[in-house]
């Protein structure tokens, strides 16, 4: 019933609307083709490891469609595949201590049972040194991921959910919601164990605990990891930190449970956690998170054997550590944001009390693929780290840095140098609102011409506790392709975003569209004091908290004369009671809705409808589980009523990160022929 209703309502959306029509002819614009076709021809790295012996590196990087394993030395020469398989994709790349043995997923036996979402994935291992064909060492039947080695290299771990009908995240499309709901069970995601050599799965953590990520002692015989009760697409945001012995049916420690605390980390989220180099302390990441992977905050301390409050050894830091290791006994590597770059630092660790950080490197770019936290590989004395890295400029290539201070990271791959940009050049602009330092990205128009004035849209990104930092974009909604078009497009950071400190992340605590909007329109005027943007042609748009901020910002301006509000939010009050993770709402609003209406009616664009005017392109998944349809359709059917112009499309089987081409190529193409269509030249 609720897919014939989506089905009939988006006819009813798009029906008597100009629009429809323009967006069916979008394939035969030429412009738009182009952009679309550019980039489609970016070469992704899904991972990239440094063998312990900093002697080769592996990587997975995607060719024809798939990701393929290959194997060089570590400056990036004498590439070559290890396996010879037709058509199968492989990534997790991960070197085992010895430097000859790599281990890696592969999907080469075909798609399991019951899975939406591609083929099963297979653990498995190769001998680089003898060159022999790599030996499958499982057969499994469910979702696989987080795959590493055991420091002793006799086995190897990874997160599993057995007879897994679906990706193990809250972004991945959601269950159809028919039948009687809530009773049909919850998919547990476990650390699980297999020897090197094969053999029977073992399950390392209880059965009532759904995992999300896991980190070996040095010695092999603990393993820390960050787990709540299912579901665990629900409850990563009330998430603790445990700690027991790395074999089947160990008994678990509370190391750190954010609600039973008192001080700046209580209900709170935790990643990251890390044993010291002889055991006795765990680190981790704590601060006020989004999503699960998107990972930001201080740095905290806790005793491995639990009994004690975590200390915070980073108090007061302006950036915000998002990924941590551990390189001696009293020395963390850490990356982090910091004002919309990627930073990695050295931070000493006393026995108590702060840590003193020495930056060793900052880069305009995205370390990673932007989806994700930033990570690193390193060799087994930390002198190197290996990573991919992109940016506005420069598509995704293998990065090697020597860990010494003094160097400079350099990329060991040439996978996308013959790309150039479509979109316009790429400058960081900084600005004070309110007594906040808030920084932001540029892109100046493609073939850019001083003398002339041009329109700007303002992107806002997800989270809120985020950052656009400069990454090569892929096929699908964002920034860059806006710049190709001919816009200036701002990508702001405003507080709530990561790379200026925890306090500002957590600045717009119970202030969602306020303080917030106020930095990005502040951000606008500084911009428009010392480039040529046309202010009569300014557009806005964004996805997730972005889309929030889409349609709450034209209800409280209308300096925005068109708008693309993608997955938003536009109803706090009624999206508590749709959505399928109301659990991060509570850190972030300071109650449940039942207990505190007012704040979340405060934050909702519906209750401030009457004052649109702005144009406005609504786009969702139809299984979107983070910003249900149901908001979306709230939002169109309110500026529908009020006459303004819009439309609403729902992609089917879609989740809340589009999971099929053709879906991402057709949302990007709609919002440019919207804002071309509302923000042209013609309209000066």
Not at 29 to 39: F, G, N, Q, T, V
Not at 369 to 390: C, I, N, Q, Y
Not at 582 to 608: C, E, L
């Amino acid at each position: 019933m609720r897919t014939k209703w989506i089905v009939a309502a988006v006819a009813l959306a798009c029906a008597g609307h100009a629009f429809a029509d323009t967006a069916a002819k979008t394939a035969d614009d030429p412009r738009i083709a182009a952009i679309l076709d550019a980039l489609g021809k970016v070469r992704t790295i899904e991972s990239v490891a440094l063998s312990p012996d900093a002697k080769h590196l592996a990587w997975t990087v995607k060719t024809n469609g798939k990701p393929v394993l290959e194997v060089a030395d570590a400056d990036g020469r004498n590439a070559r595949r290890v396996t010879a398989s037709k058509g199968c994709g492989e990534i997790s790349a991960a070197w085992a201590p010895d430097s000859q043995h790599l281990a890696f997923l592969s999907d080469c036996a075909g798609k399991a049972p019951g899975v939406e979402e591609g083929k099963q994935n297979d653990i498995y291992v190769v001998d680089i040194a003898k060159k022999a064909a790599p030996q499958r060492i499982t057969h499994l039947k469910g979702y696989i991921d987080g795959l590493e080695w055991r420091p002793d290299g006799k086995a190897l771990a990874f997160l599993y959910v057995p007879n897994a009908t679906r990706r193990a995240s809250a972004t991945a499309a959601a269950k159809p919601q028919l039948g009687e709901v809530g009773v049909e069970g919850n998919e547990v995601q476990q650390v699980a164990s297999v020897d090197a050599t094969g053999g029977a799965i073992r399950t390392l953590t209880p059965a009532g605990l759904h995992v999300y990520e896991f980190a070996f002692s040095a010695d092999s015989g603990r393993i820390a990891y960050v787990a709540a009760p299912p579901p665990g697409d629900n409850n990563w945001w009330v998430a603790k930190l445990y700690a027991q012995p790395a074999v089947a049916g160990a008994q678990a420690v509370t190391l750190v449970d954010t609600a039973t605390l008192s001080g700046p980390l209580k209900d709170l989220q935790v990643a990251v956690p890390r044993f010291s180099p002889d055991g006795s302390r765990v680190a981790f990441i704590g601060g006020l998170m989004s999503d699960q992977g998107s990972t930001g905050g201080d740095i905290w301390m806790v005793p491995a054997a639990g009994g004690a409050e975590p200390a915070d050894v980073t108090p007061g830091v302006a950036t915000t550590p998002a990924w941590l290791a551990w390189i001696a006994p009293d020395r963390l590597l850490v990356g982090e944001h910091a004002a919309g770059a990627s930073r990695v630092s050295s931070y000493t660790v006393p026995a108590s009390g702060p840590a003193t950080a020495t930056t060793l490197f900052e880069l305009p770019m995205t370390i990673g693929d932007g989806r994700l936290s930033m990570s690193l590989s390193l060799s087994a004395d930390a002198g190197k780290a290996a990573f991919t890295a992109s940016s506005f400029e420069k598509g995704f290539e293998v990065q090697v840095a020597d860990l010494d201070g003094h160097s400079v990271p350099r990329a060991v791959t040439a996978f996308n140098t013959g790309l150039k940009p479509s979109w316009g050049n790429a400058e960081s602009i900084a600005w004070k609102n309110e007594g906040h330092d808030v920084q932001g990205w540029l892109l100046y128009p493609a073939n850019y011409d001083p003398k002339k004035r041009y329109g700007m849209i303002v992107s806002v990104h997800g989270g809120p506790a985020a950052a656009v930092t400069p990454r090569w974009p892929g096929v699908g909604y964002g920034g860059a392709p806006l710049s190709a078009l001919g816009y200036f497009v701002f990508m702001p950071n405003p507080r709530g975003s990561y790379g200026q400190g925890e306090a500002f992340v957590q600045a717009n605590r119970k202030d969602f569209g306020y303080g917030d909007l106020r930095d990005v329109l502040a951000g606008v005027d500084a911009i428009e004091k010392t480039h040529p943007v046309d202010d009569r042609r300014l557009g806005l748009t964004g996805w997730s908290y972005g889309g929030f901020m889409t349609m709450f910002g034209v209800t409280q301006t209308q300096r925005f004369r068109a708008a693309v509000a993608g997955a938003g939010i536009s109803n706090w009050q009624s999206y508590y009671g749709q959505n399928l993770i109301d659990q991060w709402m509570k850190p972030f609003f300071g109650a449940s809705v039942y207990d505190d209406p007012g704040v979340y009616a405060k934050s909702s664009a519906i209750n401030f409808i009457k004052q649109v005017k702005t144009p406005t392109l609504v786009v969702v998944g139809e299984r979107d589980a983070e910003t249900p349809a149901p908001q979306s359709f709230e939002f169109w059917h309110a500026l529908r009523a009020q006459g303004v112009p819009t439309s609403l499309v729902v992609y089917p089987g879609e989740g809340h990160g589009f999971a099929r081409d053709a879906s991402r190529r057709d949302v990007l193409a709609r919002a440019l022929a919207w804002f071309d269509r509302y923000l042209s030249a013609g309209d000066k």
